[in-house]
């Protein structure tokens, strides 16, 4: 059991995100239904809803608009997320590369592929930001 761990210590990492992303999507789910419940009660009464929870409603359960740098949940800053994971990917594409040139672990053709994909993602990411208006996060 010792050996499975210090073999497969990184399958901890995607199971954390997979299990993370189950729990938010179920907390979705439960607002989206929370919000039907309410629009209900207002049917019921025969009142007009308040225009902040249909809104509720018309945001995504699934969490797709998480990433979505047009999102309105980001403060009125058009692009900051995209800007965050243009830092993110090529903070981590650099570490990885680090790792691969001093081959840590003696693994360093492994984390040269892992750099190489976290590099791709970072353009991807900027291409993005850049595509979003060009702005940077304003304070």
Same mark, same amino acid.
């Given at each position: 059991?010792?050996?499975?761990?210090?073999?497969?210590?990184?399958?901890?990492?995607?199971?954390?995100?997979?299990?993370?992303?189950?729990?938010?999507?179920?907390?979705?789910?439960?607002?989206?239904?929370?919000?039907? *419940?309410?629009?209900?009660?207002?049917?019921? *009464?025969?009142?007009?809803?308040?225009?902040?929870?249909?809104?509720?409603?018309? *945001?995504?359960?699934?969490?797709?608009?998480?990433?979505?740098?047009?999102?309105?949940?980001?403060?009125?800053?058009?692009?900051?997320?995209?800007?965050?994971?243009?830092?993110?990917?090529?903070?981590?594409?650099?570490?990885?590369?680090?790792?691969?040139?001093?081959?840590?672990?003696?693994?360093?053709?492994?984390?040269?592929?892992?750099?190489?994909?976290?590099?791709?993602?970072?353009?991807?990411?900027?291409?993005?930001?850049?595509?979003?208006?060009?702005?940077?996060?304003?304070?």
């Amino acid at each position: 059991m010792e050996d499975l761990f210090r073999s497969y210590w990184w399958l901890l990492f995607p199971l954390a995100w997979f299990v993370f992303g189950g729990f938010s999507s179920f907390l979705n789910y439960r607002r989206q239904r929370d919000a039907l *419940k309410l629009i209900q009660t207002y049917a019921e *009464k025969g009142q007009e809803p308040p225009a902040a929870l249909l809104a509720l409603i018309e *945001k995504p359960i699934d969490g797709s608009g998480m990433w979505d740098s047009s999102s309105d949940n980001s403060g009125g800053r058009s692009g900051d997320g995209a800007w965050f994971s243009v830092v993110l990917f090529g903070v981590m594409a650099v570490g990885f590369a680090y790792a691969s040139w001093s081959d840590i672990y003696g693994a360093g053709e492994a984390f040269l592929i892992v750099s190489f994909v976290l590099g791709a993602l970072c353009l991807a990411s900027l291409v993005s930001a850049l595509r979003s208006g060009g702005r940077g996060p304003r304070a």
